[in-house]
């Protein structure tokens, strides 16, 4: 009831439909592309697309190596994706968890986990993520891990502020006066008055790991090489863009709809939820 | 008859730069079974005392002299631990605000059995028919129906009533209200007040009652504590009070509230020179307790 009245919302239902593209793209790809996105054809490399005057048979044509630029688009969807779930989760928890503890108990702690994150927050975070998958070395754990250890902050700092928030309100204090330990108060009390900013910041995370992933796998520290991924698949097309323009910007325009639908979802939820646009 | 609340020699200080003083010398007691009415202006520490007896005072404020006994228990610097076995169980609490006093999301049915299951250990099943009878026991029509809303489904009176059936769930020997009624309207006020009485007289609760409205309190309490600046200035038993105030600030504070019925009446303020003569004497405590 309540989630059908969000998708009346423009930008959240452009925002879920993008998310539900990437959905089917990731979880049907073997289906949805008739090559592989690995098998070389180099007879028949640099077609143009399909739609632009080419062959029928590659719809977003070719790259060097003749492999199907639609299919390595589609399959390059399963590492965004899963990059954007599982990093923009754990963070969220991670951050959720510290700016909680911070929010509610005040005080030391507080001020403990608020410096930390002002330090963690004044470090470049593009040149540490670079550092962290350096370190690490390449993989998509990297990626997941790079942005769990640089975004926690993003969600820490906007958790503890409405915790604090919350905590000012007179249903804590009921809570305490019937006698619910500070534990419980916590996760039963402010926790589901936290959540749709969660859900909110959640999104916009998703959005932005997207494009960590790509930077990271355009500068070669993602997947292996081979694998497609849509930063690497910018990083192979900037050599021929003279030639071949739809080898970058075909997999520009994947990362741009996604981080598009994926703001404006997070948005759209936010106008949506908050109460005081709401009235 | 010894007291089941029993506030001695109460100091609080707020931690500030010059440190300043909240509650000066305040004693209190209240017998089982009693409703003693504390009144006062805005300010004048009713809810601060409120706020100590609970365990609830603000971080930044310390207890520097005196005691609260409760059941003949000091309860003044309990563990945190301790305080949560009390408070639901002996000591309960209704809060001012109805409209903000309840978690807006969660249901009405959760909100009553949190306590009931913490404090009484109850079954989900058994807690849930529980406070289907307690929301009975507050006179809320269709008890089943409203276990199942939200806090923004029920009007400001239906929730205090919420509230109340809360603070009454595990019949405690005392409950502390702290205006509630101030924030609802007139006719739902009286409404209140007489669940209060009615549910106070069945099981016997000792309440300590909050107000700044003589008019309640006259109705209401047994006794009545005047505050002003952090001090008791006098108490004594409800009809001795209204018939011979023996404090000039509770003269004064009798002259300052209308009265129906002598609506011809002229409304007296509160006299800047005894207000500035209980600043002075204030002052004075102050240099002598420092």
């Known amino acids: 009831m309540k989630a059908l009245a969000l998708l009346r919302n423009p930008r959240v239902a452009f925002g879920m439909l993008v998310l539900l593209a990437l959905f089917i793209a990731a979880a049907g790809a073997p289906w949805l592309s008739s090559y592989d996105p690995l098998e070389q054809d180099l007879l028949n ?46 963070a969220g928890l991670l951050g959720t968890a510290l700016g909680l503890a911070a929010g509610y ?175 | 008859m010894s007291a089941l609340l029993d506030i001695r020699d109460l100091d609080l200080w707020l931690d500030a730069r010059p440190p300043r003083r909240l509650l000066r010398r305040v004693s209190l007691q209240v017998a089982p079974g009693q409703i003693v009415g504390l009144v006062g202006e805005s300010g004048a520490g009713k809810t601060m005392v409120s706020r100590v007896v609970l365990g609830i005072a603000p971080a930044n404020t310390r207890v520097r002299h005196g005691s609260v006994v409760f059941d003949g228990r000091d309860i003044t610097h309990l563990s945190e631990a301790q305080r949560r076995h009390l408070l639901g169980r002996e000591i309960a609490f209704i809060p001012q605000n109805p409209m903000t006093a309840l978690n807006p999301v969660e249901r009405i049915e959760s909100q009553i059995t949190d306590v009931l299951r913490m404090h009484l250990d109850l079954d989900r099943a058994a807690a849930r028919d529980r406070a289907a009878t307690l929301l009975r026991e507050v006179h809320l029509r269709e008890p089943e129906k409203i276990l199942r809303q939200y806090p923004h489904e029920l009007s400001g009176g239906m929730r205090q009533r919420v509230l109340i059936a809360i603070a009454f769930a595990c019949k405690p020997k005392l409950v502390i209200a702290d205006e509630p009624t101030t924030a609802l309207d007139v006719t739902v006020q009286k409404q209140i007040l007489q669940l209060i009485r009615e549910l106070q007289r069945n099981s016997g609760t000792a309440i300590l009652f909050i107000t700044h409205d003589l008019g309640v309190v006259a109705k209401l309490c047994d006794r009545i504590a005047v505050m002003h600046g952090g001090r008791v200035l006098e108490s004594a038993s409800a009809a001795q009070l209204f018939a011979s105030p023996v404090h000039d600030y509770t003269r004064a504070l009798f002259a300052a509230t209308p009265r129906f019925d002598r609506p011809g009446d002229e409304l007296k303020p509160i006299p800047a020179a005894l207000t500035r003569r209980l600043v002075e004497e204030a002052r004075v405590l102050d240099a002598r307790n420092a």
Not at chain 1, 200 to 216: D, R, S
Not at chain 1, 237 to 256: D, E, F, S, T
Request: net charge negative.
């Open chain 1, 45 to 90: 490399s640099f077609q143009s697309p399909g739609v632009a005057g080419g062959d029928d048979a590659h719809p977003l044509g070719t790259d060097s190596l003749g492999r199907d630029i639609l299919a390595r688009l589609i399959y390059g969807a399963r590492p965004a994706l899963i990059v954007a779930f599982v990093a923009a989760f754990f």
């Open chain 1, 105 to 279: 108990a005040g005080g030391r702690l507080d001020a403990a986990i608020s410096r930390l994150v002002d330090v963690w927050m004044s470090f470049p975070s593009v040149l540490l993520c670079i550092v962290l998958a350096a370190v690490l070395g390449a993989g998509l754990h990297t990626v997941v891990i790079a942005i769990i250890v640089i975004d926690w902050t993003r969600f820490c700092r906007v958790v503890r502020a409405e915790t604090m928030l919350q905590k000012s309100h007179d249903y804590v204090a009921s809570a305490v006066t019937i006698g619910l330990g500070p534990g419980r108060i916590v996760a039963s009390e402010i926790l589901p008055n936290v959540a749709p900013l969660l859900l909110t910041l959640f999104t916009l995370e998703m959005g932005i790991a997207i494009v960590v992933e790509a930077i990271l796998s355009f500068v070669g520290l993602s997947v292996s090489s081979g694998m497609p991924t849509w930063g690497g698949l910018i990083q192979e097309g900037r050599l021929y863009v003279n030639q071949a323009w739809w080898l970058m910007a075909a997999p520009m325009a994947c990362i741009i709809v996604a981080v598009l639908g994926l703001n404006a979802l997070g948005d759209g939820m936010r106008d949506e939820i908050d109460p005081v646009k709401a009235r």
